[in-house]
């Protein structure tokens, strides 16, 4: 087995726990960081990918836009966390509830 | 042989995933995510993409680590006592709903069983297309920098990296837009402890060479700005748990020009470069490793201090009179 | 020599994954970011090992940016919630 | 060929003293003691480490980065260790005080 195999098999794997996590969770934290386990997921499979194409160095292009995706992803994750404590202070939830 | 270490680190990670989002408590969720960055960041120095790895390893798990830490202390430490609390009082149809709800739960493990299928089929099947090493390899030398991630994120691709320094500006108008402009508030507690206060004047120098030096071997081996951008952020975030926050001290002005300098100086060279006949970043590869090495700077400033604005912004949103809103519910 | 470096990578994983039972039992918050200390050394040494496996020595480069995030989180957990204790006293 | 042989010698005993670390935060009753077994020994195995990895690259410049690596870390891990034990005491002492009170 090839080590870009493992690696892309284990993306599809934590984009799926990704994916359930979002779904299952309640808290707010929780959900953040299940979306940023599925962005790890997506740019594991860029990178296993760009190993798989190497010739004399691995393929950049995937490595640049990871690099991009890493930053984009934690500032989105901020803006969330920002959010999050905003509906914390203002209503004292910590989950989506539906009751209301 | 190498694969019993590719397999182990799998492993590791898909377990690390999986119990940091089963973990009762929140205190456990963010530690163990801590511990999940730096398994990604080991699968990717396997993978070979010694970049990503720092980039993983300063931002994704360092950065936002602190950010996480920050923000449980505003919500409760744990969280089960919580949940029960919540339930009691926002849900009290809980004991009854545990049959209704046991239907949509089958249909989310099932659904999430196929889709790991279909993924993993997917996945095992993506044509070999050729990627685009070999067209890198070919522009490489009018490049102006050696190593191929630098060339590709600031000189083939740089409006990709342009746009990036905006989305994070964004994010950080888009704090400021929820929580309001805390940023120039001074923090209430200083480091008063000599040891903690020696260690951060210690860290300063040290973090700030160390991301120059990434900066400037970005050129020949894997850095560049946003590695060194996260370690000067660092300097910022580490000011301003000392109890010296780098926005309240320096003037306005210049807090709002650190911040931008990056975005509008990327934007100001590639119009020039348009009015002097060549595409939007095109660089003249004569001066393009200048060219470049100026750009990776401002642009390491820029988002260095927007990583500082937004730690410092959100560390100063505190909860307001907790036990009024609560009673009121 | 390559397969003696690969059984001491491993070794040293399974020692993150050992560390990882003290994180889910620890009864404080300080037991709990003490093995991010533990993460944090033994991540290290598993740089080093890997730098004189794959023979490429800017991974010397990740190690010296994990020792200094180690940091940031201790600094960051112990000066942040100090002040919630201020804040309540 | 003697070399190889140090070096061999040198990763093994790094890894026995993770090995002791990692045991001692597993088994040690308290947080102090852990703290000390985690602080202590994690160090002195990465020490060997990277003795043994910086003679195996055998280049002086790489040599001086891990010899430097080695240096932060022994600061950095002094530092969050008096931090840790300073935050869990006056963590102590605030509950004492609360059920005391």
């Excluded at chain 2, 409760?76 to 009691?88: G, Q």
């Excluded at chain 2, 949509?104 to 070999?128: M, N, Q, Y």
């Excluded at chain 3, 991010?36 to 040494?45: C, D, H, I, K, R």
Aim: overall charge neutral; glycine content about 8%.
């Amino acid at each position: 087995m090839e080590t870009y195999q493992i690696y892309s098999l284990t993306s599809a794997v934590l984009f799926v726990i990704g994916i359930g996590g979002v779904f299952a969770s309640r808290h707010f934290i929780k959900k953040i960081i299940a979306t940023i386990i599925m962005g790890g997921g997506v740019f594991l499979c860029f990178v296993s990918f760009a190993e798989r194409d190497a010739l004399s160095f691995a393929d950049p292009v995937p490595h640049a836009l990871v690099i991009t995706g890493i930053v984009v992803a934690v500032a989105s994750a901020a803006f969330a966390l920002a959010l999050a404590r905003r509906i914390y202070q203002l209503t004292g939830e910590e989950s989506f509830t539906n009751d209301k | 042989m190498s694969v019993l270490i590719d397999s182990i680190l799998a492993i590791l990670a898909v377990y690390l995933a999986l119990q940091c989002l089963l973990a009762p408590r929140l205190t456990q969720t963010v530690f163990i995510f801590f511990a999940f960055g730096l398994a990604l960041a080991l699968a990717w120095v396997r993978l070979g993409a010694v970049d990503v790895a720092i980039t993983e390893a300063a931002i994704a798990s360092g950065f936002l680590g602190v950010l996480f830490l920050d923000a449980l202390r505003d919500f409760s430490f744990t969280a089960p006592n919580k949940r029960e609390n919540l339930e009691a009082v926002h849900d009290p149809l809980s004991r009854n709903d545990t049959k209704s709800l046991l239907l949509p739960r089958l249909a989310l493990w099932l659904g999430l069983g196929l889709f790991l299928l279909i993924a993993l089929e997917a996945v095992w099947k993506i044509p070999d297309g050729g990627g685009l090493t070999a067209a890198a390899e070919a522009l490489l030398p009018e490049s102006g920098v050696e190593h191929p991630v630098t060339a590709v994120l600031l000189n083939f691709r740089a409006y990709d990296t342009w746009l990036e320094i905006g989305v994070i500006l964004l994010g950080l108008l888009a704090i400021f837009a929820v929580g309001g402009i805390k940023l120039y508030r001074k923090p209430g507690v200083a480091a008063d402890d000599p040891l903690l206060r020696q260690v951060i004047l210690f860290f300063t120098p040290v973090l700030f060479l160390f991301g120059a030096f990434l900066l400037y071997f970005g050129k020949t081996g894997p850095g560049g700005a946003f590695q060194a951008a996260v370690l000067w952020g660092a300097i910022g975030i580490l000011l301003h748990l000392g109890g010296r926050p780098v926005f309240s001290v320096i003037p306005r002005w210049l807090g709002q020009l650190l911040l931008t300098v990056g975005l509008v100086f990327f934007l100001v060279l590639g119009f020039l470069l348009m009015a002097g006949g060549g595409a939007l970043f095109e660089y003249p590869p004569a001066h393009a490793g200048v060219l470049i090495l100026i750009v990776e700077t401002l642009a390491a400033i820029s988002i260095a201090a927007a990583l500082t604005a937004i730690f410092a912004n959100l560390n100063q949103m505190k909860k307001e009179e907790p036990n009024e809103i609560e009673s009121t519910n | 020599m390559d397969g003696f470096f690969i059984i001491v990578i491993v070794f040293l994983l399974l020692n993150i994954a050992l560390g990882l039972f003290r994180v889910w039992r620890g009864p404080t918050v300080a037991d709990r970011l003490l093995t991010t200390q533990l993460f944090g050394t033994t991540g290290m040494a598993i740089l080093l090992v890997m730098a004189g496996y794959l023979k490429d020595l800017t991974l010397l480069n990740v190690a010296i940016t994990f020792n200094v995030l180690a940091v940031l989180l201790v600094i960051g957990l112990v000066q942040v919630w100090k002040k919630k204790k201020g804040e309540t006293p | 060929m003697i070399k190889e042989v140090i070096t061999v010698i040198l990763l093994v005993v790094g890894c026995f003293f993770f090995l002791a670390g990692t045991l001692g935060v597993l088994r040690f009753p308290d947080l102090f003691s852990r703290l000390h077994a985690l602080t202590k020994a994690d160090n002195l195995g990465l020490g060997f480490i990277a003795a043994g990895m910086a003679l195996h690259i055998a280049s002086p410049w790489a040599a001086l980065k891990i010899f430097s690596i080695w240096l932060f870390t022994l600061l950095a891990s002094s530092t969050s260790c008096y931090l840790i034990a300073r935050f869990q005491r006056e963590q102590e002492q605030s509950k004492n005080k609360k059920e005391r009170g």
